[in-house]
């Protein structure tokens, strides 16, 4: 699997740990799209959307790829990366204060809920929210956990990506 990161000024020290363990112990292929240093006057837009542009045209070809952002909530992050035809970014900054079940009361984990349900092939996280072990034990679990497949889960991903 290919995993792509991006992240401005406030992701930027997460992001390099999280590129580092990616690549070296879950052993996946990753591509660093920036930022390559710290620049307090850096703007999130443009390195979030040459990694998102690169996942869309993976996406296209068949590639099996996803992409890891980091920003300081996550919010703008994820709002660029929804721009890019095939893209499914969902934000995390942490566990649910309160216990979530779903519609016949199976306790959902966000996590693995944006894979087995919306089959988000990006990954938002706010960097100012996380320490690096809840990062990494969000990324692991999200990278290993598959796309449900059911029908409804697949329709409903069908209809999001008719609408763009």
């Known amino acids: 699997m290919r995993v ?7 992701g930027f020290e997460l992001k390099n740990k999280l590129v580092e363990y990616v690549r070296d112990t879950l052993g996946a292929d990753v591509q660093d799209c920036g930022a390559h240093e710290l620049d307090t006057t850096d ?7 040459s990694a998102a542009k690169r996942l869309s045209s993976d996406l296209t070809q ?19 990366a929804n721009r890019f035809k095939g893209v499914r970014a969902a934000l995390y900054y942490g ?29 938002s996280l706010g ?19 598959p796309f449900s497949g059911d029908e409804r889960h697949a329709r409903r991903v069908a209809d999001i ?4």
């Open 95 to 123: 566990e649910a204060k309160a216990p979530q079940t779903d519609a016949v009361g199976k306790r959902l984990d966000m996590i693995a809920s944006v894979r087995e349900h919306n089959d988000a092939n990006a990954l």
């Open 43 to 49: 703007d999130y837009p443009r390195i979030i959307a």
């Open 161 to 164: 990506d008719a609408q763009l």
């Open 62 to 80: 068949g590639i099996d790829s996803r992409a890891v952002l980091l920003g300081g909530s996550g919010q703008g992050e994820a709002m660029v």
């Open 4 to 10: 792509y990161f991006a992240s401005d000024h406030a």
């Open 127 to 145: 960097a100012r929210f996380l320490s690096f072990e809840e990062a990494q034990d969000a990324v692991k679990k999200w990278l290993e956990t």
